[in-house]
């Protein structure tokens, strides 16, 4: 097993230049690859025994709510008394609030389907996979496309008049350039968002996007879809 | 002090009886052998690792979200059961049993409440539980495909609560799932005719109530079991959680 081969050691997640990449060592590696695994424990009782007291906690506080808490019940299904607003279970009301900006195929039917598409494609289109931060590198280049990316989302969703989505994007993408200017900023939090990668802020800016969505489908819609304060 | 010690010696009597070895077949769980064996001896227990990482036990590691959202399962099935023993999916009397539930059955709208309140429960746990694991790369290779597996799981649970919601057949779950099923018909092409399907006919009356029916009870139940054993399984057979190296 002494012959000399060609391999060497390195570290590369760009599948462009490298694409046939054998072994990763990083530093947010996967169980497979790590040598270090540190102590391990018997499942049996140290993970029966914590699991079956979460069970009990968990039971307790369902109960406790479920004895305070009466679930609704309205009057007898009518299909010929339409109530205003007719809204659906709370975890589709932000596809409710979409359908009142975009047309039905967008808000309905692409957008959900690309959602899903995008979730599942996730562990297989992740180059970024040591968990390089947004601007660690070829800061000069990504700055112009991120920018026009957020940029023409804003656009977008201006034409539209999707203001409640507009806010989250619009806000989500001034806290991505804040790292770009601010490379040596002191503070913990800034330091936080400087080390965050790409996918990082996409899955924060969707789920930015997707509670206020929901929010303001619970809360803040009433007849006709039009804007209401709850306190009011 | 005295009969702590007098219920231990009969525990270990009734662990050496035939009966208890003939179902058990190791002795008590102080060896780690006995404790491998307590695991992949057990047909629920063996889809499990038999270690774990010390690291992925911490609460921050997980939060346990994953176990509540199955525990939240676990309690939604038991109480389902009870529900289905008092009710007809059938108008008007779906809405009947409901009132009943309410008036005439002994702890009926506690064990109404209780299915509500997992049900919306189990929808936050999954959510929480899918965008915590991707904060922490738990999708990271070897995990890609649990991954996959969780993105079904969540489909099943949105199901399994929008099936549900139409059951009372009051006017909330009516309007609700009409505002949902319009959605569909949006589908191009194929949408009408997904929506007909879903519905057995072109309103929401009889045909559509035992249609979500059989969904929320036998359908869509049995994918969930099925998709969480081959999630847990695949935890162990890509080797255990992902642990980081940072801070905890």
Known sequence: MSENNSYEAGLSSDALRQPQRIVFITRKTSAKVKGEVGPQLMSFPHVILREAIAFQILTIALVVVALLWDAPLEQLANPLLTPNPAKAPWYFLGLQELLHYFPPVLAGVLI??????????IPYFDVNIEGEPLWAHHRRQRLPIFVGVVAGLIVFLAIYQAWTVLVPTVLLGALGLTPYFNPTSTSRFQRFLG????????????????LTLTAVGTFFRGPGWSWVWPWR | MATTAWTHERLEQLR????????FRRG?????RTRSLAVFGNLALHVLPVKVREKSLSVRATY???????FLFVVLTITGILLMFYYHPAVPEAY?????LVFVVSNGVFLRNLHRLAAHAMVVAVFWHMFHVFYRGGYKPPHEFNWVIGVGLLLVTLFLSYTGYLLPWDQLAFWAITVGTNIVSYVPVLGRPIRFMLLGGH????????????????????????LIAGHFWRIQKDGGLTVRDDHE
Request: net charge positive; hydrophobic share 55%; glycine share 2%.
């Open chain 1, 195 to 210: 080390s965050r990668p790409l996918p990082w802020w996409v899955m924060t800016w969707f789920i930015a996007v997707a």
């Open chain 2, 203 to 226: 309103i929401i009356g009889q045909n559509a109530l035992l249609r979500f029916y059989v969904l929320h009870c036998v359908i869509l139940p049995l994918a969930a079991v099925v």
């Open chain 2, 96 to 100: 009947r049993d409901m009132k009943d």
């Open chain 2, 16 to 23: 050496q009886t035939r009966v208890w070895r003939s179902i």
């Open chain 2, 64 to 70: 346990y979200l994953g176990s509540i959202s199955f």
């Open chain 1, 112 to 121: 959900p389907t690309l959602v899903i598409l995008a979730l599942v494609v």
């Open chain 2, 28 to 32: 008590p769980a102080r060896t780690n």
